[in-house]
């Protein structure tokens, strides 16, 4: 039963991720940093009890780049719809994981098998993009930062989306490349 602690932590962020938007369009901005605050240590929590014990899985494995992303995705969203973020990036943020997405299930559909593990730039990316919507939220609740910090912040934000979706692109078209080599051999 202790295995499954890191599953069940990261199906709590997952379920806490509804009740954050709503928080955030309703403009309730202290309980939404409170509740992100404990899912970020739910987050950390999961990671190091599945590292230090070795209570990983394959479902742990899936569950936790998926809570991450429907976070980054939900809040991008909220935050578009509210103004708080430019409608571009949002759709940069938004279209880069629906190609992932899209590129994944058709490498599935091909060749049967994909090992999901993500790459170091998309790990950066990702803490660049949680990054900016934590500084966002301090931005525009908080503390209001200068609009050129700001505008840099979106801009290394899309430049890392940019780099990490083409090179999972990039990756995947040269592994299928290879596989269908090798079959044609």
Same mark, same amino acid.
């Not at 990983?56 to 578009?80: C, E, R, W, Y």
């Not at 060749?111 to 950066?124: A, H, I, M, T, Y």
């Not at 979106?154 to 090798?182: C, E, F, P």
């Given at each position: 039963?202790?295995?499954?602690?890191?599953? &069940? *932590?990261? =199906? /709590?962020?997952?379920?806490?991720? @509804?009740?954050?938007?709503? %928080?955030?369009? +309703?403009?309730?901005? $202290?309980?939404?940093? &409170? *509740?992100? =605050? /404990?899912?970020?240590?739910?987050? @950390?929590?999961?990671?190091? %009890?599945?590292? +230090?014990?070795?209570? $990983?899985?394959?479902?742990?494995?899936? =569950?936790?780049?998926?809570?991450?992303?429907?976070?980054?995705?939900?809040?991008?969203?909220?935050?578009?719809?509210?103004?708080?973020?430019?409608?571009? =990036?949002?759709?940069?943020?938004?279209?880069?994981?629906?190609?992932?997405?899209?590129?994944?299930?058709?490498?599935?559909?091909?060749?049967?098998?994909?090992?999901?593990?993500?790459?170091?730039?998309?790990?950066?990316?990702?803490?660049?993009?949680?990054?900016?919507?934590?500084?966002?939220?301090?931005?525009?609740?908080?503390?209001?930062?200068?609009?050129?910090?700001?505008?840099?912040?979106?801009?290394?934000?899309?430049?890392?989306?940019?780099?990490?979706?083409?090179?999972?692109?990039?990756?995947?078209?040269?592994?299928?490349?290879?596989?269908?080599?090798?079959?044609?051999?």
């Amino acid at each position: 039963m202790q295995k499954h602690i890191p599953n &069940l *932590l990261t =199906l /709590l962020r997952i379920g806490a991720i @509804a009740p954050i938007c709503w %928080l955030l369009w +309703h403009e309730r901005f $202290t309980q939404a940093l &409170l *509740l992100l =605050l /404990l899912a970020g240590l739910t987050d @950390a929590l999961d990671g190091f %009890l599945a590292r +230090h014990f070795h209570w $990983t899985s394959q479902l742990g494995a899936f =569950l936790d780049p998926l809570a991450d992303k429907l976070f980054i995705v939900s809040v991008v969203l909220v935050f578009g719809f509210k103004g708080y973020l430019p409608w571009w =990036l949002v759709w940069l943020v938004f279209g880069r994981d629906l190609i992932i997405l899209g590129g994944a299930l058709a490498y599935r559909l091909i060749f049967g098998d994909l090992e999901v593990k993500p790459s170091r730039l998309g790990k950066v990316n990702t803490a660049l993009q949680i990054s900016l919507l934590a500084l966002t939220l301090i931005h525009v609740a908080f503390f209001p930062f200068s609009a050129p910090l700001m505008q840099a912040l979106q801009m290394i934000v899309a430049s890392s989306t940019l780099l990490s979706g083409a090179s999972y692109v990039y990756l995947w078209a040269h592994d299928a490349n290879k596989r269908h080599s090798n079959t044609l051999t």
